[in-house]
Nanobody, 115 residues
Framework: QVQLVESGGGLVQAGGSLRLSCATS????????MAWNRQAPGKQRELVAL???????NYADSVKGRFTISRDNAKNTVYLQMNSLKPEDTAVYYC?????????WGQGTQLTVSS
C-alpha cells in the first residue's frame, strides 16, 4: 500500500504562482510514473502533467509553458510548479502514481485562482 499526500493548495490571484507537493509513503521511490490531475466543479477529472520513471514529462495543452512537474527522489516527493495562474485553473488537484503495476491516488488539494 502506498499513500500519497498532497499539500500546497490555497487561494492565489490570477497571474500568481504556487507549488504543489505530493509526498509518498513508499520508502523506495521508484514509480512507473507520477502525475497531477485536476477536477473542476461540474467537470471530469483531467490529466495535467505526468513524469515517467525515465524523467520524461507530458503536459495538458492548457498548462504547457506555465506548469512544471518535477520530482525529488531523495524526498520521495513530486512537485507541480504553477506559474501565470488563471481562474480556469481553479480545481481540486490530485496526485497519482503507479507503483508495481498498481495505481494510487492522493486525497486532493484545492486551488482557487481569483480574478
Amino acid at each position: 500500500q502506498v499513500q500519497l499526500v498532497e499539500s500546497g493548495g490555497g487561494l492565489v490571484q490570477a497571474g500568481g504562482s504556487l507549488r504543489l507537493s505530493c509526498a509518498t509513503s513508499r520508502s523506495s521511490f521508484s514509480p512507473n510514473y507520477m502525475a497531477w490531475n485536476r477536477q473542476a466543479p461540474g467537470k471530469q477529472r483531467e490529466l495535467v502533467a505526468l513524469i515517467t520513471s525515465a524523467g520524461n514529462t507530458n503536459y495538458a495543452d492548457s498548462v504547457k509553458g506555465r506548469f512544471t512537474i518535477s520530482r525529488d527522489n531523495a524526498k520521495n516527493t513530486v512537485y507541480l510548479q504553477m506559474n501565470s495562474l488563471k481562474p480556469e485553473d481553479t480545481a481540486v488537484y490530485y496526485c497519482n502514481g503507479m507503483f508495481g503495476g498498481r495505481t494510487y491516488w492522493g486525497q486532493g488539494t484545492q486551488l482557487t485562482v481569483s480574478s
